[in-house]
């Protein structure tokens, strides 16, 4: 069982791109199995603040081979200003970094029906980052997309047009006007730079490194609750988050998985649109939007912002099958005199433990109150010097779980990590 997965237990935003970094150096393989630019994982180092949209994370240690999995969608505009942005030069990253020939494109035309559906949607919009992730997922599903396989086809001028055409077709339904070179900016230029990359059948790769008894590590987009199956439906993304998705994301057989690491904030946040039990409406909310810089990486936007949930905690735990807990931004919560925890729900005046099918349920959450603690913990590494009243939270939230938490981030930066047996 050389494959291990580290994926996010909530709406997304955990911290995974750190975690990936911080990790890396025990690994041999980084692979992204599912999600696209819809995702944005930041790492820093050296005072210096990365974002990755689609390159795993692991793409900074120049031993490690990085994967793009057949799950993931790529945007080939997106893919050339990563690479670009990322330092070293092509020709060294060609060397790190392979794509699977499986992976569908994002089109430009997806885009457009991106922005033409969510406006359409009114004051029911699903809250979409715009980026063509659904219509992208959407092809894939019903059998018409495109790959990356197929740039390095002959033909592929002609494919692209036969799929912008019937994408056409569609928007005529709509009252949505658009600027085609607006949206094509970039994109055959990053056809290019894709092809300076190895494509192949990734999976057979996966599969052969993991026979060789090395070590890989698939790294997850987005969060557990925003599962196409198992989040908050319709408010999800589109595409499977959970650790199932390495599976179907990357080519590999479930008895190859090892430990299964699930990353979650002190706290909660969320992007966009859906239900959110524990959201903050009052000064507490704004301080830790503030505090923890809370605007989202990929679209800027401010995260809504509210206490720990663990019944949601719970069930993604129970879907994932995680077997070691990390907590992230716990440096965020230094200050608060009184710390609240949401143990379960009231529902129609009864508690329940259980996430309700339908977004549109009234959630009340029933919290318990912990002390808070106000020391300074962003220079502490060992976790005996922590506080006394955050050691307590970490306690509290592994009775609760029963999983351990064998990481706390304490900062941004890769060094500000401590890992504790």
Request: charged share 25%.
């Amino acid at each position: 069982m050389n494959i291990d997965i580290l994926l996010g237990l909530q709406w997304g935003d955990e911290g995974k791109g750190k975690i990936v970094d911080a990790l890396s150096p025990v690994y041999d393989v980084i692979a992204r199995f599912q999600g696209g630019p819809n995702a944005g994982h930041s790492l820093e180092f050296n005072n210096v603040k990365h974002v990755l949209h689609l390159i795993p994370s692991g793409i900074f240690h120049a031993d490690k081979l990085n994967i793009i999995g057949n799950g993931v969608v790529v945007d080939p505009s997106v893919f050339k200003k990563e690479i670009e942005a990322l330092g070293p030069p092509v020709s060294e990253l060609t060397k790190r970094l392979i794509i699977s020939n499986k992976a569908n494109l994002i089109l430009p035309s997806h885009r457009i029906l991106d922005a033409a559906y969510e406006m359409s949607k009114g004051n029911s919009k699903i809250g979409s980052t715009l980026k063509g992730i659904g219509p992208a997922y959407t092809d894939k599903t019903s059998r018409n997309g495109l790959r990356v396989g197929d740039i390095l086809k002959k033909d592929f001028r002609q494919r692209y047009n036969d799929h912008f055409i019937n994408h056409l077709t569609i928007l005529k339904s709509y009252d949505f006007k658009f600027d085609l070179k607006e949206y094509e900016n970039g994109w055959f230029e990053g056809i290019e730079m894709l092809k300076k990359f190895p494509v192949s059948n990734t999976e057979y790769l996966v599969n052969e490194l993991a026979g060789k008894a090395k070590r890989i590590l698939a790294e997850g987009a987005q969060g557990t609750m925003l599962d196409m199956d198992f989040g908050s439906y319709p408010f999800v993304t589109s595409s499977n988050t959970i650790s199932a998705g390495a599976c179907t994301g990357l080519g590999i057989s479930p008895k190859l998985i090892g430990d299964i690491f699930g990353v979650f904030k002190a706290y909660c946040t969320r992007v966009g649109c859906g239900p959110f039990p524990t959201e903050l409406f009052d000064n507490t909310g704004t301080n830790l939007r503030n505090i923890g810089h809370e605007f989202g990486s990929t679209t800027g936007r401010p995260r809504r912002c509210g206490w720990l949930d663990l019944p949601a905690m719970k069930y993604a735990i129970m879907i994932n099958g995680i077997t070691k807990l990390f907590m992230t931004k716990a440096d965020v919560m230094s200050g608060f005199k009184t710390i609240k925890v949401c143990t379960s729900y009231k529902i129609d005046g009864k508690t329940s433990f259980e996430l309700p099918y339908n977004s549109d349920i009234a959630i009340e959450p029933v919290y318990a109150e912990l002390e808070g603690w106000q020391e300074e913990i962003t220079t502490k590494r060992d976790y005996n010097e922590l506080p006394s009243a955050l050691k307590k939270y970490i306690n509290f939230i592994e009775k609760q779980t029963g999983i351990p938490i064998t990481m706390i981030s304490v900062g941004p930066d890769r060094e500000e990590t401590i890992f504790r047996n």
